[in-house]
């Protein structure tokens, strides 16, 4: 995996992460009683930005080094998520090493 590559399924990971992360402990509006005029009842009522990137940011991070070992051991590849067998055949080197 080249470094493009980790910075994309980083970012990728992160962002996925980050809606899992933002609803939880949520405390809205209607929940509270304390409705703002001009605002949903559904609106946050506390919301803490920085400790949800925080959140995000260590549990993206964890996601990725994981997702990451398994791509870079070799683990799973992509001929293993090949389920309709769309892929040609894996070309086997010739064994006297004329490459054909």
């Known amino acids: 995996m080249g470094i493009t590559s980790a910075i994309v399924l980083y970012a990728v990971t992160w962002f996925m992460v980050s809606f899992v992360i933002l609803p939880i402990g949520l405390s809205t509006q209607g929940d509270e009683g304390e409705v703002v005029p001009g605002t949903h009842e ?19 991070t964890l996601v990725w080094a994981i997702l990451t070992g398994v791509i870079l051991s070799g683990a799973v590849g992509v001929r293993d998520l090949d389920w309709f067998d769309r892929m040609s055949p894996r070309e086997v080197p010739a064994a006297d090493g004329t490459g054909g």
Do not use: C, E
């Not at 946050?44 to 993206?60: H, N, S, V």
């Open 42 to 60: 559904s609106s946050p009522a506390r919301y803490p930005f920085k400790r949800k990137l925080l959140q995000t940011t260590i549990w993206g």
